[in-house]
């Protein structure tokens, strides 16, 4: 059981930006709709990370998986599973995520270096000079920005479902990542 129930509204109780996507709301966007307007722009920027973000989908995946695994959060790579796999990250690619294995033979080297600088990230306010050299030769400036925001953000989605202690979804899939995009895109 959750440490506040979590609401079930119908999509007239929804605020206007969400309305038709409720049904594919997961319980942690639910139970952040207790602050309806905070939540709205919470569940509008993970949308942007994922219909306006520039990083490739694996790689994202990959940097959303690293984030929960660092912020040891089973809500948020249980979510990220199904997803993940819709986006080519391969089973052998989450369970080095799973063991903090950043430099495995299943990882790309650019993959490689993405989730060693989510790791430090997620680690502590500064990052060495080496994997950021790392991070930056593969990726832009506008998607290492992105990474640091993303991690940031998922930052706040594993707190939220761990200290308020937030059942498990069943497996989202398609559907969730198909409803962030047109919330993100105002469909």
């Known amino acids: ?4 129930a979590i609401p079930n509204f119908t999509d007239d109780d929804l605020p206007e930006q969400l309305r038709g996507h409720g049904g594919a709301l997961v319980n942690v ?3 952040m709709l207790r602050s309806p307007q905070i939540a ?3 569940v509008q920027l993970g949308s942007a990370q994922f219909g306006a973000g520039s990083l490739p989908g694996a790689d994202r995946e990959l940097a959303i998986l690293t984030a929960g695994s660092c912020f040891g959060s089973a809500y948020e ?3 990220h ?5 819709a986006f080519g990250v391969t089973a052998a690619q989450r369970g080095a995520i799973a063991v903090h294995q950043w430099d495995s033979p299943d990882l790309a080297p650019a993959q490689q270096a993405l989730v060693a ?11 060495p000079d080496d994997v950021f050299d790392q991070v930056q030769r593969y990726y832009s400036d506008q998607q290492v920005v992105e990474t640091i925001i993303l991690t940031g953000y998922y930052f706040l989605i594993a707190r939220t479902a761990s200290v308020l202690e937030v059942p498990q979804d069943p497996q989202p899939g398609d559907a969730v990542v198909q409803a962030g995009v047109s919330v993100n895109s105002g469909k």
């Open 1 to 4: 059981m959750p440490r506040i």
């Open 29 to 31: 966007f639910r139970i």
């Open 40 to 42: 709205t722009l919470v």
């Open 77 to 79: 790579t249980s979510q």
């Open 81 to 85: 599973e199904a997803i993940s796999d």
């Open 117 to 127: 600088f989510v790791a430090a990230v997620a680690a502590g306010p500064t990052v």
